[in-house]
């Protein structure tokens, strides 16, 4: 999945994350993606160098992390750790082909207080929750190689999962709608922003708790 200068201007000047410039690079595409406070910008040979500079001048304070999904992907969504008030954090399934999204919304659901884990597409959503995964939240992606988000969020209603799914997309109109009627519970279009997330992160919460109480 591509995203292009489209979708990168629409993150100028919004909030992605709240902490530090995060900077990624993907191994696979050799490609560097700066998420700044103000935007992103994509660091490949065909981007346009105003944004790098962009990027570059916005914060002389930033943190690289290496883009091993590897590390994200085996974290077990029954092993969360637990968080500062003793109880478990919630777990998050990330499904989306493009490594720099997956990394973004990883650090998004981080900053929320959850635990995020990674599919590369919906087959290996499916295969989680056929192994007896579970998490509290699933952020789909629709367009995706091997097994794209609408097949997946189907098979996974008819195997009984009832995890809140969140389809997270570029499509529009009534391709959305398709992805919706698939059984999801909302639909975000790319990009996906911490204030998005942050009222059905409130709701699960909310709901966990009224179970326990």
Known sequence: MVLGN???????????????????TDQIGKTTTTFADGGMSNNSPSTDDHHVEEAEKSSSNSTTI????????NMSSTSTGPSDDGQKKLSVLIVDDASFIRLMHSSIVRTLGLEPQVAENGQEAVDLHRSGASFDLILMDKEMP???????TRELR?????????GVTASEGAEIQTFLEAG???????PLYKDKLAPIVQLIMEAKHHVQA
Do not use: H, R
């Open 6 to 24: 489209e979708f990168a201007s629409d993150l100028k000047g919004k909030e992605v994350v709240t902490s530090d410039e995060l900077e990624t």
């Open 66 to 73: 290496a883009t091993d999904d590897v590390q994200v992907k």
């Open 146 to 152: 091997v097994m794209g988000g609408i097949k997946a």
């Open 158 to 166: 008819a195997m009984g999962v009832d995890t809140m799914i969140v």
């Open 184 to 190: 999801l519970n909302e639909c975000f279009t790319k």
